[in-house]
């Protein structure tokens, strides 16, 4: 599947839990949307990394990536691990700006 480097870098240091490296494949005026909340600005999003997105251990599959347009991104992960449910496909929607996430939203 051909993945921008931005949005491959940080599924890689999501995945890794490398914080750092995932916090640096977003823009600066960033935002995540994830269970109900957003989180604006790379602080804001290095909390939600460490809490959270932490706060369970899952496995990640990539199951497809669409490209929509120029900047926007459709990818289907199927996540298995210890979170409620213990299974689901999540749509990890993209956009760019250049060359960093400039929005994620995670939805099912």
Avoid: C, K
Avoid at 16 to 42: F, P, Q
């Amino acid at each position: 599947m051909n993945i921008p480097p931005a949005i491959a870098t940080y599924l890689t240091a999501h995945n890794a839990r490398d914080v750092d490296s995932a916090i640096a494949s977003y823009a600066t005026d960033a935002v995540v949307h994830d269970e109900g909340r957003s989180y604006h600005g790379r602080d804001a999003i290095r909390a939600w990394l460490t809490g959270a997105a932490a706060e369970y251990t899952y496995t990640t599959e990539l199951i497809s990536a669409t490209r929509l347009d120029e900047e926007r991104y459709d990818l289907v992960q199927h996540l298995e691990g210890d979170f409620p449910g213990g299974v689901v496909d999540l749509h990890f929607r993209f956009t760019l700006r250049g060359s960093s996430i400039v929005l994620l939203a995670i939805e099912p």
